[in-house]
């Protein structure tokens, strides 16, 4: 039931052979036509596995808000055997899908965001911070960012448990490390007690990105763990009030942007906030 209402596609990983489900929930069209901004989320899971409908609530929602709303699977260990950096290309390559099939899909290809958790959430902001390949005619690079409990730092120092993962490479694929001015505006929500990725990273990530001149909103949602943000449906024990409050945080972000009409209501938590 989770993708009751939605469109299957595929397209393909970024090995150029392995076709990827995409799901796709579509606007009521009572809202008028023309093309819509659209969001694209990445599930989480640690790069060992994961389940695509993480996100359909969301999708689900936003879609009633006249977004396009785009639950995307990417290769995990698990499921192909694959690396963070075949994860990475699948991002990637799931964006540039999406732009190429704008005209069909009713989207703005020029107001596609990128949202993920934890490692889905390192996978879209990598999309949004490594450039382009040369040759590329279609960009991978998002226009707005909404990250859960994102891996920034795939070093010991910001995502202590994924080292192994990397085979000696975590430097070379930390948004953190690479990070340059003009990055697109980008929401992070976290949990202070989260015990797989430290709130110090997040908190390191905006220091260093608004330092820059980038425009980051971090906010922090007291004594929650890694999870706070999923539906309870998804994952049962998660207060039902912290999703509810994500997704107004995150269709206010999308509003602010002009993309979106701005949400009715909101959940309650205890959040610190910080803005550049």
Not at 166 to 187: C, I, Q, S, T
Not at 204 to 213: V, Y
Request: aromatic share 10%; net charge negative.
């Amino acid at each position: 039931m989770a993708f009751a209402g939605a469109t299957l596609h595929h397209y393909t990983a970024a090995d150029g052979r392995t076709p990827l489900r995409l799901y796709v929930f579509a606007p009521s069209t009572e809202r008028g036509g023309g093309a819509r901004a659209g969001i694209v989320f990445y599930h989480g899971s640690g790069w060992v596995e994961g389940w695509i409908e993480q996100f359909s609530a969301y999708a689900r929602a936003l879609a009633a808000q006249g977004a396009v709303a785009v639950c995307a699977d990417y290769r995990t260990q698990k499921s192909h055997g694959a690396t963070p950096f075949d994860a990475a290309g699948d991002a990637r390559a799931a964006v540039r899908w999406l732009r190429m099939h704008a005209a069909e899909l009713g989207l703005d290809g020029r107001r596609l965001a990128a949202a993920g958790a934890s490692s889905g959430a390192h996978t879209a902001l990598g999309a949004a911070v490594f450039p382009d390949a040369a040759g590329e005619t279609v960009s991978a690079r998002p226009d707005a960012l909404v990250l859960f409990s994102a891996v920034t730092d795939t070093t010991a120092e910001g995502y202590p448990a994924g080292v192994e993962l990397f085979g000696g490479r975590e430097r070379e694929l930390p948004p953190r490390h690479h990070l340059a001015v003009g990055l697109p505006p980008m929401l992070l929500l976290h949990g202070d007690a989260d015990p797989w990725v430290p709130v110090a990273s997040a908190r390191r990530f905006a220091t260093e990105a608004m330092a820059l001149g980038n425009r980051v909103e971090l906010i922090v949602f007291a004594a929650r763990g890694h999870a706070f943000f999923n539906h309870a449906e998804y994952w049962p024990g998660v207060r039902p009030d912290d999703f509810f409050t994500c997704l107004f945080l995150t269709e206010q972000f999308l509003a602010g942007l002009g993309w979106i009409k701005p949400p009715a209501g909101i959940g309650s938590a205890p959040l610190e906030k910080s803005t550049p």
